[in-house]
């Protein structure tokens, strides 16, 4: 049975950065592309960026294009999304999400950007 940890959220300033982590177990993550999603408060859940299995290929939601990167590093089994120049709007739950039919969700990490 796989398993997604997130963690690295948090109460950050607007304009300020960090970096989440997502950490598989129960299988390697080098199989599949790999997605984090987000949601915010009384909204649907918005995917905010993609990476291809072996990390050639990015994809990002335009909010976040130029602030946001994923990254992974497959011998960690490990994904992460470092984001900068933080927008009170980027406030929600961060998710990491296997790409295949049924993948695994983690369970999220709360991003609060406010002042």
């Known amino acids: 049975q796989g398993k997604l940890v997130e963690s690295g959220g948090g109460l950050v300033q607007p304009g300020g950065s960090l970096r989440l982590s997502c950490a598989a177990t129960?299988?390697?993550?080098?199989?599949?592309?790999m997605s984090w999603y987000r949601q915010a408060p009384g909204k649907e859940r918005e995917v905010v960026a993609t990476i291809t299995k072996d990390g050639s290929f990015t994809n990002y939601a335009d909010s976040v294009k130029g602030r946001f990167t994923i990254s992974r590093e497959n011998a960690k089994n490990t994904v992460y999304l470092q984001m900068n120049s933080l927008k009170p709007e980027d406030t929600a739950v961060y998710y990491c999400?296997?790409?295949?039919?049924?993948?695994?969700w983690g369970q999220g990490t709360q991003v609060i950007v406010s002042s």
């Open positions: 129960g299988f390697r993550i080098s199989g599949y592309a």
């Open positions: 999400k296997q790409l295949s039919p049924g993948g695994y």
